[in-house]
């Protein structure tokens, strides 16, 4: 395994080499948009983030803020060592404008329905892979997918890596 070299946070950022282990959870007041198939469907300043040594930050959003009659629960499930077991949900929107064609992605979305003690703030809150919407964006800001397609975390402008993109692999 290769590992590239920490890169140090300048004013405003921070390292997710920065990061505990085990995760922590911290709450965001961060605007967080999601777009999909050109609707918005998450909008909040009630996040909440996980934060972990090498992954960017994951947000979780209470569903409330979630237009979740677009989302439709699996049967998939994994299983985290910290948060317990995670459900699944995929996402159907009919588009909008001039393309009216329903646009979906399975999997896209997960959550604890019954997490550990130190994760019960994320109950029932939804967390999305960035990589196949639209946009989604951080106080304005579209963030990237973290490398790879096993995490979901969010990378800005003041989240510094290097970042880990799959199990034993980093950039």
Not at 27 to 34: G, L, N, Y
Not at 53 to 63: A, C, D, E, G
Request: proline share 12%; charged share 15%.
């Amino acid at each position: 395994m290769t590992m590239a070299q920490r890169i140090e946070p300048g004013p405003g950022q921070e390292s997710v080499w920065n990061y505990p282990r085990p995760p922590r959870l911290v709450a965001c007041s961060r605007s967080i948009e999601v777009i999909f198939n050109g609707i918005q469907i998450v909008q909040t300043q009630r996040s909440m983030r996980v934060l972990e040594t090498s992954h960017p930050p994951v947000y979780y959003i209470p569903p409330e803020d979630i237009a979740m009659h677009y989302f439709t629960q699996t049967s998939r499930s994994s299983f985290c060592e910290w948060k317990g077991l995670a459900g699944y949900y995929s996402l159907s929107v009919a588009g909008s404008g001039g393309d009216p064609a329903p646009r979906q992605v399975e999997n896209v979305a997960w959550f604890y329905p019954n997490p550990t003690p130190a994760f019960e703030p994320i109950r029932n809150y939804l967390a999305l892979y960035a990589g196949p919407m639209d946009c989604c964006r951080v106080d304005g800001e579209t963030v990237q997918p973290q490398p790879g397609n096993f995490y979901g975390g969010w990378i800005n402008s003041w989240i510094v890596g290097p970042f880990k993109q799959g199990p034993g692999q980093y950039i």
